[in-house]
C-alpha cells in the first residue's frame, strides 16, 4: 500500500515527532508508515485521516 502522509504532513505543518505524539505511536512507525514498510491498523489509518480531516482513501491507497 502507498501514502500521501508525508504531503499531509508537509501541508499541516506537523512533523514527524508531532504526529507521533498525536497518534500515541513512536517517530518509528510514523517513519515506517511512510516508508511503506509497515500498513496501519485500520483505527489508526482512520485516526490520521481525522487528525488530517480527510478520508482514509485520500492518503492511503493500494499499488496498482
Request: aromatic residues 10%.
Given at each position: 500500500m502507498k501514502n500521501?502522509?508525508?504531503?499531509y504532513r508537509k501541508i499541516h505543518?506537523?512533523?514527524q515527532d508531532?504526529?507521533?505524539a498525536k497518534l500515541g505511536v513512536s517517530r518509528q512507525t510514523?517513519?515506517?508508515i511512510e516508508k511503506g514498510r509497515y500498513n496501519p491498523s485500520l483505527p489508526l489509518a482512520?485516526?490520521?485521516?481525522?487528525?488530517f480531516?480527510?478520508?482514509v482513501?485520500?492518503?492511503?491507497?493500494?499499488?496498482e
Open positions: 500521501d502522509l508525508p504531503e505543518g506537523i512533523s508531532g504526529l507521533a510514523i517513519i515506517s482512520l485516526q490520521i485521516a481525522r487528525l480531516n480527510t478520508y482513501e485520500n492518503i492511503f491507497f493500494l499499488d
